[in-house]
């Protein structure tokens, strides 16, 4: 036989480290994970090397030699090469450690054996389990191995040989075979083999139906209202947090949601509110006043009451409040307004008044210099 690889030769070292690998394995969860790459990439490698040599040719002479080619020893050379990266060290050590058997199939199993997983991973070198089993001796899942966890969960070791088979059921499930429902679910159906949880109304804590009067406990938030319409069951409502003092702070409004309530923060303009916007103040801000029905701001420059009252002060008015500056041509020295040189190009823009309020003019900038 040609032998294009060296560890397909060294039987004897091959018997040894076959023997050594299966003496002392131990099972776990990568040791099939890298089964399962190899059987992928061997798959994927024969995929590969159809395309490459089959690509188009249909000659008689093209047939019959791709056709010496497709079981050939060369090809399973070239699928072996593209098992692992050079630096998966379980995974070439898995390749090397059962090179043997890999090539048993290439040549003599895989016509009876189509699955390469099964034969390889799971009946040859035992690493795996067929799904829905797990353990050391591949015991089916709790609900078999066909439905394991009854289709509402997974099961420990699931397709390995490691685990304990135990069920991690999805939130709406409990028990060992996730059949019966988590609290907030109520059954809608159940038998030994199958069920259905599905979710209460918010307004119950646990109950025996869909809607908010088949509670058993109401939710955080929401009250039990006697009512015998449901025999068995409790009607909920939602609490309104909102309805008499507020909870909330000042500032703030309150909001009422089901099974509970947000306080959310006023318009700027509101002192105080029962919603959002500047039409829904219950009083105004400082610097606000209350004009049909909405807060707008005071011009306190326009005000009978001089604000800025300091000599050669002119008054700015602002969003909510004011400035007290010095008046064109004068400048702060010390906290007094004291006439200023005025700069050329202040000079140039003579007369044109650009504060908003009158007040700004009551001084002649050009007093003389
Ligand atoms: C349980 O219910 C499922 C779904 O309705 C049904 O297919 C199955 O036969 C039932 N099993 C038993 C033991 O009654
Ligand atoms: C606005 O009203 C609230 C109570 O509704 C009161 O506590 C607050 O002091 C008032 N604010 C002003 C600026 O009047």
């Known amino acids: 036989m040609y032998c294009p690889n060296t560890n397909l030769c060294c039987l004897v070292l091959f018997g040894f480290l076959v023997s050594h690998h299966l003496s002392t394995a131990t099972y776990d969860k990568s ?12 798959l994927k490698g024969i995929e590969d090397t159809t395309r490459k040599n089959f690509g188009g040719g249909n000659t008689d002479w093209e047939e019959r030699r791709l056709s010496k080619y497709e079981f050939s020893e060369t090809r399973l050379v070239e699928i072996i090469e593209s098992l692992c990266q050079n630096s998966e060290f379980e995974c070439n050590l898995m390749v090397e450690t059962n090179e043997e058997y890999i090539e048993n199939w290439w040549f003599n199993m895989q016509k009876k ?17 067929p799904a829905g089993s797990y353990g050391p001796d591949c015991i089916g899942c709790p609900g078999g191995a066909d439905r394991p966890c009854n289709e509402h969960g997974s099961c ?28 907030g679910y109520y059954s809608e159906f159940q038998n030994e083999t199958h069920s259905i949880c599905t979710a209460c109304h918010p307004g119950c804590k ?45 500032h703030q409004y309150c909001s009422n949601t089901e099974g509970s309530y947000l306080c959310k923060v006023c318009n700027d303009v509101c002192d105080s509110c029962t919603s959002e ?3 829904k103040c219950i009083n105004c801000t400082t610097g606000y006043t209350m004009e049909e029905a909405t807060c707008v701001d005071i011009n306190e420059c326009s005000l009978t009451v001089m604000v800025c009252t300091q000599e050669n002060e002119a008054c700015i008015n ?9 008046a064109e ?17 202040v000079e140039h823009s003579e007369g044109r008044q650009t504060m908003e309020d009158e007040t700004a003019t009551d001084v002649n900038p050009h007093e003389d210099l």
């Open 329 to 345: 041509g004068y400048e702060d020295r010390d906290g007094l307004c004291v006439e200023g040189k005025v700069p050329e190009d």
């Open 31 to 42: 040791t099939c994970s890298t089964c399962k790459n190899i059987v992928n990439n061997f």
């Open 156 to 183: 420990d070791g699931d397709g390995t040989r490691t685990g304990d088979g135990s069920c991690s059921c999805t939130k709406e499930y409990e028990g060992a075979e996730c059949l019966d429902c988590t609290e």
């Open 318 to 326: 602002t969003e909510g409040s004011y400035k007290c500056v010095c």
């Open 113 to 129: 054996n189509p699955n390469l997983f099964l034969w390889f991973c799971v009946d040859t070198i035992k690493v795996c389990c």
């Open 277 to 279: 916007g500047a039409d």
């Open 206 to 250: 646990t109950c025996i139906g869909p809607s908010n009067s088949h509670c058993t406990i109401c939710a955080s938030g929401w009250v039990e209202e006697d009512s015998d319409t449901v025999p068995d069951g409790v009607v909920c409502l939602d609490v309104d947090e909102c309805a008499e003092n507020s909870p909330c702070e000042q």
